[in-house]
């Protein structure tokens, strides 16, 4: 059974400094595009950061620059540094395992997800 844990969240102050962790079980992460999205209240979720094993990472123009994704294979984790937070960064963020099979299908793992809350 495959279970992506996230822990991290919670309420901060605008400017202020938080970091999500996504451990992963039942897969290797080492063998997943590893990324983090959002979904506020009422809009869609959206991508923040992903980065494939061993390549660079991807970020939403709306965070570049405060936001860094890592990774830790060893762990089966990865990582979410998120730095001068501000309140549209307010949402539940997600972890997220894909893949793409030698077949073309596309194999996608979400954890539960973890509510950030930025006051202003």
């Known amino acids: 059974q495959v279970q992506l844990v996230e822990s991290g969240g919670g309420l901060v102050q605008a400017g202020g400094s938080l970091r999500l962790s996504c451990v992963a079980s039942g897969i290797t992460v080492s063998s997943y595009v590893m990324g983090w999205y959002r979904q506020a209240p009422g809009k869609q979720r959206e991508l923040v950061a992903s980065?494939?094993?061993?390549?660079?990472?991807t970020y939403a123009d709306s965070v570049k620059g405060p936001f860094t994704i890592s990774r830790d294979n060893g762990k089966n984790a990865v990582y979410l540094q998120m730095n001068s937070v501000k309140p549209e960064d307010t949402a539940v963020y997600y972890c997220n395992a894909k893949r793409v099979t030698v077949f073309g299908s596309v194999i996608d793992y979400w954890g539960q997800g973890t509510q950030v809350t930025v006051s202003s």
């Open positions: 980065m494939p094993n061993g390549g660079s990472p």
